[in-house]
């Protein structure tokens, strides 16, 4: 299955490093459409064409974090998986992007091709059950639902 991802950093270095990374991980073949903030990201976003986000949290003109909530706050949007991929480690941020937010996980930059491919495993695996039709999008987990998971 082909998914549809869009990569959002504002260094074009990291989009590449992540697009490398999700390659080799060989979950999934990856079409991917790269923004450099927040706000190019919206511009480019819609629901339909979207299977999973990766979005940074510290960017100019729109920070990931309120782009996530723009996004979770459009209807449609439950299915689409979003991934915070960011260099931000503290609690406090990883619980506001897990459990008010709105994002499906949180990996912390710098990460390795095998972190990577655990996290997302389970998350490729539920869009690929709903694509077939087997399984429809769950309610969010939280941050301390994913502690306890790890």
């Given at each position: 299955?082909?998914?549809?991802?869009?990569?959002?950093?504002?260094?074009?270095?990291?989009?590449?490093?992540?697009?490398?990374?999700?390659?080799?991980?060989?979950?999934?073949?990856?079409?991917?459409?790269?923004?450099?903030?927040?706000?190019?990201?919206?511009?480019?976003?819609?629901?339909?064409q979207f299977d999973i986000l990766f979005v940074d949290w510290n960017m100019p003109n729109m920070?990931?974090?309120?782009?996530?909530?723009?996004?979770?706050?459009?209807?449609?949007?439950?299915?689409?998986?979003?991934?915070?991929?960011?260099?931000?480690?503290?609690?406090?941020?990883?619980?506001?992007?897990?459990?008010?937010?709105?994002a499906n996980e949180y990996i912390c930059k710098p990460f390795t091709v095998e972190e990577l491919?655990?996290?997302?495993?389970p998350i490729i695996q539920g869009i690929q059950a709903m694509a077939a039709g087997q399984a429809?999008?769950?309610?969010?987990?939280?941050?301390?639902?994913?502690?306890?998971?790890?």
């Amino acid at each position: 299955m082909k998914l549809r991802a869009l990569v959002m950093d504002d260094s074009r270095i990291m989009r590449k490093m992540v697009m490398e990374s999700l390659m080799q991980t060989q979950l999934a073949d990856f079409a991917f459409t790269e923004a450099m903030d927040g706000t190019e990201g919206l511009s480019k976003f819609d629901a339909a064409q979207f299977d999973i986000l990766f979005v940074d949290w510290n960017m100019p003109n729109m920070s990931g974090i309120d782009f996530v909530r723009k996004i979770r706050s459009m209807p449609g949007t439950r299915r689409i998986a979003i991934i915070m991929v960011t260099s931000e480690k503290t609690m406090g941020k990883v619980m506001d992007a897990l459990d008010n937010a709105g994002a499906n996980e949180y990996i912390c930059k710098p990460f390795t091709v095998e972190e990577l491919g655990r996290k997302l495993k389970p998350i490729i695996q539920g869009i690929q059950a709903m694509a077939a039709g087997q399984a429809k999008p769950e309610k969010q987990s939280g941050f301390f639902s994913k502690l306890v998971s790890q």
